[in-house]
């Protein structure tokens, strides 16, 4: 069955740090995959998705890349800032099962602190 | 509009009550979704509504109804609930594989 598994947390960094969150992904076909974020007390937003192999997904200064031969997807970003805390959770949406639903990862909640 | 909105966003209800949670559209999408998010964890699928038909139950039990009046509206009727029915209730639509635009949720809280 189709599954991600995430980086667990919490991560804490200082601002201006380096950041990466690992996903994997398990999947029957060929999966869209998604980068969500919550914030505290919030719905979940989308902050980026790449649909197939070696897409690059961005925005906000967030990155992640579509890698089929590592069945990866992992959040990058430069130089986080105290307002990127939040939780992230990595999805795949899969064609092949039939259903047009998401498949989540167990979230990583990120720290960034002054 | 771009947005999913949900309503309400905060709710307290007794075991014996009966409540619904509604959410709304206008993106043209025709895929919608009802979520359960525990404290600390992903959300987990509760329904999938497709051109307005129910496609999706992942066994919730009867005390959650879900309905879908039309292309833009998704309920959640909620009777006789537990306190461990406690958690964010989110809404999600989305169009093909484009996807997933959230609302932001309701937080329900069963006494």
């Known amino acids: 069955g189709d599954s991600v598994t995430q980086m667990e947390g919490p991560v804490t960094l200082s601002e201006e740090a380096f950041l990466t969150i690992n996903c994997t992904y398990t999947a029957t076909g060929y999966p869209s995959l998604f980068w969500y974020v919550q914030y505290p007390g919030e719905g979940l937003q989308l902050l980026l998705k790449?649909?197939?192999?070696?897409d690059k997904g961005s925005n906000k200064g967030f990155e992640a890349t579509y890698r089929k031969e590592t069945t990866s997807f992992h959040l990058e970003k430069g130089s986080v800032q105290v307002s990127d805390s939040a939780v992230y959770f990595c999805a795949l949406s899969d064609p092949q099962t039939g259903a047009n639903n998401l498949f989540f990862g167990t979230g990583t909640r990120l720290t960034v602190i002054p | 509009d771009t947005e999913v909105t949900q309503t309400p966003k905060h709710l307290v209800m007794g075991m014996t009550n009966k409540k619904s949670l509604k959410c709304e559209q206008h993106?043209?999408?025709?895929?919608m979704y009802w979520y359960k998010q525990k404290a600390k964890k992903p959300p987990e699928l509760m329904f999938v509504?497709?051109?307005?038909?129910?496609?999706i139950n992942e066994s919730v039990p009867s005390r959650f109804s879900p309905e879908c009046p039309n292309s833009s509206l998704l309920n959640l009727h909620l009777h006789a609930l537990q306190p461990e029915d406690s958690a964010l209730y989110l809404c999600?639509?989305?169009?093909?594989?484009?996807?997933?635009?959230f609302g932001s949720g309701t937080r329900l809280t069963v006494v």
């Open positions: 993106m043209g999408h025709r895929a």
């Open positions: 999600a639509s989305s169009q093909e594989l484009g996807g997933y635009t």
């Open positions: 790449a649909t197939k192999a070696d």
């Open positions: 509504y497709s051109y307005e038909k129910l496609s």
